[in-house]
C-alpha cells in the first residue's frame, strides 16, 4: 500500500501544529516583554523499497527568538526595560524563572512582583519598606526614601537580579515564562536596564499573519492528497475486484 495517506496526514498534523504557534504569537502581539515562539521540524524518510520518495514530519522545539522589542517611555518608576541582552529573575515558589517583562507592582506586603511572582534580589525576593519616591539605577539597584526619613535621606534597599543566558540554553513553562535546565543562574553585571521604560512584544503582526495563510493553503493542499490517496486506493481495489 502506497504511503502517501501517511505522509499527508503527517504534513497536516504539522500544520496544525505551526498554526497553533503562530496564533499563540499573534495573540501576545501586545504584551510587554514577550519572546516569540519558533517552531523546526525533523523530516524523516518511510523506509521500504518504493518508498524513496515518501517523508514523514517529525515536530520539535523550535526554542525562542530572543530578538529585543521595541522599547517604550512609560515615566512610570516601576517600569523598567532590558537594555540589549538579558533578563529579569523571578521566583515561582520552586525555582527562577526569566522575563523580559519589567512592569512591577509592589504588593500588600511590600513584596516587588511581576506578574504576581516575587522579583529576586541578592538575597532572595526583594521586600521593599515603605517609602515617599523610589528610583532604579541602571544596574538594577533600588533606591527609596523611606515615608519616615529625611526628605534627602536615600537609602539602597536592594538590587534587581539581572541574568544573561545564552538562547539556546532558554525555553518556556507551561506559564510562558523562561527557564533553563539550571533552576538558577549567576547575576550578570553587564545587563542594564532603562527605569521609566517597558520593551514590547518581538512579534511582527503581518509576519505572523502571513505565515498563517500560507499554512492555510499548505493544509488545503494536504488535504487534497488525502482524498488523492483515498481514491488512488478506491481504483487500485475494484481492479483487483475485477481481476
Do not use: C, W
Amino acid at each position: 500500500m502506497d504511503k502517501l495517506l501517511y505522509t499527508a496526514v503527517s504534513g497536516a498534523a504539522r500544520n496544525l501544529s505551526q498554526q497553533r504557534i503562530h496564533a499563540n504569537n499573534l495573540a501576545n502581539v501586545n504584551t510587554e516583554g514577550f519572546r516569540q515562539d519558533l517552531e523546526r521540524a525533523q523530516s524523516e524518510q518511510v523506509m521500504g523499497e518504493g518508498f524513496s520518495s515518501r517523508f514523514l514530519v517529525e515536530p520539535q522545539n523550535g526554542g525562542v527568538d530572543m530578538t529585543p522589542g521595541a522599547v517604550r517611555e512609560t515615566g512610570r518608576n516601576l517600569d523598567v526595560a532590558i537594555k540589549g541582552n538579558g533578563l529579569i529573575a523571578l521566583n515561582d515558589g520552586s525555582r527562577e524563572v526569566y522575563t523580559r517583562n519589567g512592569q512591577m507592582e509592589v504588593g500588600p506586603e511590600g513584596d516587588l512582583l511581576i506578574n504576581g511572582l516575587p522579583v529576586e534580589g541578592d538575597n532572595g525576593p526583594i521586600i521593599l519598606p515603605t517609602f515617599t519616591s523610589l528610583t532604579i539605577g541602571d544596574d538594577g539597584i533600588i533606591t527609596i526614601i523611606p515615608d519616615d526619613g529625611e526628605i534627602n535621606q536615600a537609602i539602597d534597599v536592594d538590587r534587581i537580579k539581572l541574568v544573561d543566558i545564552a538562547p539556546g540554553q532558554l525555553h518556556k513553562n507551561e506559564n510562558g515564562l523562561l527557564i533553563t535546565q539550571a533552576t538558577d543562574n549567576p547575576r550578570s553585571e553587564e545587563v542594564e536596564v532603562a527605569s521609566g521604560h517597558l520593551e514590547t512584544s518581538n512579534v511582527s503582526a503581518i509576519g505572523e499573519m502571513v505565515a498563517s495563510i500560507s499554512l492555510n493553503r499548505q493544509f488545503e493542499a494536504q488535504i487534497k492528497m488525502m482524498k488523492a490517496a483515498e481514491d488512488m486506493a478506491s481504483a487500485g481495489n475494484r481492479l483487483l475486484r475485477n481481476s
